[in-house]
């Protein structure tokens, strides 16, 4: 064998020991203990869901029963401005998504996931108890503001502090909640055995189902007491759901898996990245996976990674040099001048994700046009249940999507998967990145037929007769509303697949300790969406307001083409769907080198 560069071929005999250690581990013949010290881990599988998804239902029922009518409350119950209540909302929302990459932070750092999901539920249950006795204690709203009035008077400085301290202790709940949950389900089960593989993968279906079931009571019944009822009760139900949901949670504490933090997973990623720039002159090694610098630290929950031949500036961290000195446990004397190959493979699995991640925030912007745009074509369609004078609420019709999703989850998990599982020989039936990538194709589809059927609506509106005028908009078109249902199917079912891909392929391609940094990923990626569709909106809107077809997005649907807009985004789509088609053919999943897995390596490639 030719030596190396002389600075990398220290390493050199050391290294071929520790990758075929790490090798041994990785294949699974570690039935040995480590460290007799050790308690064994139980995990238990499904049998703690019963704590875990029903304190997810419970969670997201208080917190989707609030948040679903809090529009309508701030400005009926507080008397503020259109623009004052949504303001404060967009910032809630916003801040409540990217505050999620400090609760994975502290989380993956300091406390682990347990006691995250703990305080978090908990700060949950206060925002909302909060926001409750806004609405039940009179001294702590403004007066009450009739119909006819013309001028309201509004919160007091007082009033509007207590309102926010609720909004605070909620977007501190949502920033320990949503990044921790779905991981801390997933450590209940054992990832080594097949068993808990195909658990794991069935829990995040179920996971959403939930989150869809949730979202659609309190879209309809809770949201239903608040406007028709009371608000105080109707704001009351939320708050003692979140109640039952901590109680539900703590009911399962001596069962649950706790994965214990094990210190700040960024600073390993930051000596891997600042270690490799120091030595950015130094000539690569041949062999890498051989002559590169590895120790593994005993007690690491990581699994180990052997090589990879990507982002190989990298690899330069784990060159060891003469001035580089060695503990005598085998950890590197100055971790800021020598990292290991385990370390660099790490940061590998973190840069491989960010394309795959950029490509699913131009799949979410399709996504929330049939969260908005849609309630402005119900608007301007006739939602009159056949010769009846009922009328479905126009924001009623999301619900037609968030049914599409649970009908279809478990028709998936429970017959597609074992289908397709005979077919390919995988766990999950097809692979991660096929799921997302069909999830992407999907809401190509999606705003195609948006099109389609916003077109036809506009035709029947111009050249038939109407039925009004909708306030402030514009004439009602005859077509009824009914056939906005497959659009919003289709989003349902896309999301289906592109969302729970997402945050499955976040929990599994990250490094065991990141695995909340991952699941905050996906809501990052879900405000990166909104802010570009926001940004999308404004420049489709300047630009085509002087053009010759007229505003696209006109207040009235009928003098806009709202069918440009939706067909805009698919071509998106398309130019999308080719990026994440190249990033998943470049994609090399974790552990994919490993031998153990040689064997499967060649299908895990392909999309």
């Known amino acids: 064998m030719e030596k190396g560069d002389e600075r990398g071929s220290i390493g050199e005999e050391n290294g071929k020991e520790s ?31 019963p704590f875990i998804i029903g304190n997810e239902t419970f969670e997201k029922l208080g917190t989707i029963g609030t948040l679903s009518n809090l529009l309508i409350y701030l400005t009926t119950v507080f008397n503020m401005k259109s623009i004052t209540a949504a303001t404060i909302i967009t910032v809630f929302n916003g801040t409540a998504n990217l505050g999620t990459l400090i609760g994975a932070f502290l989380c993956d750092t300091y406390f682990g996931r347990y006691k995250t999901l703990g305080f978090a539920t908990v700060a949950s249950f206060l925002g909302l108890l909060a926001i409750q006795l806004t609405a039940a204690i009179s001294k702590l709203h403004p007066p009450h503001c009739a119909k006819e009035s013309s001028t309201c008077i509004g919160p007091t400085a007082g009033q509007t502090a207590f309102l926010l301290a609720g909004f605070i202790l909620m977007i501190i709940g949502a920033g320990g909640i949503r990044p921790c949950n779905l991981a801390f389900g997933a450590d ?27 979202q659609m009571i309190s879209l309809t019944l ?3 007491v608040q406007s028709n009822v009371s608000w105080p009760i109707g704001l009351g139900i939320p708050a003692i759901l979140m109640l039952i949901s901590c109680l539900v949670y703590y009911m399962g504490t001596k069962l649950y ?53 990507q982002f190989r500036f990298l690899d330069k961290a784990a060159i060891m040099t003469h001035q580089d000195q060695v503990n005598p446990d085998g950890s590197p004397a100055n971790p800021w001048k020598l990292c290991s190959l385990q370390q660099v493979e790490e940061v590998k699995c973190l840069f491989r994700v960010i394309p795959v991640w950029t490509a699913a925030i131009i799949y979410y912007v399709a996504v929330v046009q049939q969260h908005t745009y849609v309630v402005f074509q119900a608007v301007q369609s006739n939602r009159r ?54 999830g992407i194709f999907l809401t190509i589809v999606t705003m195609l037929v948006s099109g389609l059927v916003e077109g036809k609506r506009r035709n029947i509106a111009l050249t038939k007769p109407t039925l009004g005028n909708a306030p402030r908009k514009g004439a009602i078109s005859s077509m009824s509303a009914l056939w906005l249902i497959p659009q919003l199917s289709l ?51 300047q630009t085509t307001k002087g053009a010759a077809t007229g505003n696209w997005l006109s207040e009235d649907l009928n003098k806009g083409r709202l069918d440009y807009y939706y067909y805009m985004i698919a071509a998106l789509g398309v130019l999308n769907m080719g990026y994440f088609l190249l990033c998943a053919r470049w994609y090399k999943y974790k552990g994919s080198n490993d031998d153990a897995l040689l064997e499967l390596y060649g299908v895990e490639k392909t999309i």
């Open 385 to 438: 249940l056949g010769n009846s004078n009922f009328a479905i609420p126009a924001a009623s019709y999301i619900v037609f999507l968030m049914l599409s999703m649970s009908i279809f989850i478990p028709i998936y998990d429970r017959i597609l998967v074992p289908f397709l599982r005979r077919i390919t020989g995988k766990e999950s039936g097809i692979t991660i990145l096929q799921r997302i990538g069909i």
């Open 491 to 541: 989003s349902g079912i896309a999301e289906a697949f592109g969302s729970i891909g997402q945050v499955e392929f976040y929990y599994k391609q990250f490094p065991e300790n990141m695995r909340s940094i991952g699941g905050s990923l996906f809501y990052c990626g879900i405000a990166a969406s909104s802010y570009f569709s926001s940004l999308l909106i404004t420049v489709v809107h």
């Open 222 to 224: 809770i949201v239903y």
């Open 19 to 49: 990758v075929q250690n790490d090798l041994k581990e990785t294949m699974g013949n570690s039935g040995e203990d480590e460290t007799n010290s050790e308690p064994k881990v139980i995990y238990r599988g499904w049998k703690v869901m």
């Open 257 to 309: 898996v706790k994965v214990k933090a094990t210190g700040s997973p960024m600073t390993s990623v930051a000596r891997v990245i600042v270690v490799a720039v120091k030595k950015s002159k130094l000539k690569p090694v041949d062999q890498p996976w051989l002559s590169l610098f590895n120790h593994i630290p005993p007690k690491s929950i990581n699994s180990k990674l052997s090589y990879t031949d």
């Open 188 to 214: 209940q089960f054992n990832p080594e055995t097949e068993s808990g593989k195909r658990g794991v993968n069935s829990f995040f279906n179920w996971y959403f189902f939930t989150f869809t079931f949730a």
